[in-house]
């Protein structure tokens, strides 16, 4: 009759406990569920922003594999480029595409 029920047993992953693990989990690290939304903690370039990657290749809503950058470099209108972080700088990412949509009489772009 025991080893009936041993049979039967639904053995389900749990979580491990925290001190049997090596190294700390997400959570311990503090990072966020993406590590590509992370912020370097010391100064880079542009060009250094410009290639990282939040996503790489991976499916989308409809399937289609998409690959989205941390930093999404725009232009100043003094004619310098700024990395925009894909999260921290959303709004301002929106306001670049909000302008790109205008034409020189102000009026909205469609396309």
């Known amino acids: 009759m025991t080893d009936n029920k041993q049979e039967n047993q639904i053995n389900q992953p749990v979580s491990?406990?925290?001190h049997s693990r090596q190294e700390?989990?997400?959570k311990e690290r503090n990072?966020?569920?993406n590590p590509g939304d992370r912020i370097a903690d010391e100064?880079?370039?542009v060009e250094e922003k410009a290639q990282q990657l939040a996503v790489d290749h991976v499916p989308d809503i409809?399937?289609?594999e998409i690959t989205v950058p941390t930093y999404f470099v725009v232009d100043e209108p003094n004619g310098e480029k700024k990395a925009l972080h894909h999260?921290?700088?959303a709004e301002e990412i929106s306001d670049v595409i909000r302008q790109a949509r205008v034409d020189e009489n102000g009026n909205r772009v469609w396309w």
Request: hydrophobic share 20%; no cysteine.
């Open 31 to 33: 990072l966020t569920a």
């Open 43 to 45: 100064p880079q370039s």
């Open 16 to 18: 491990e406990d925290r």
């Open 87 to 89: 999260v921290k700088d």
């Open 24 to 26: 700390p989990d997400v």
């Open 62 to 64: 409809t399937g289609d």
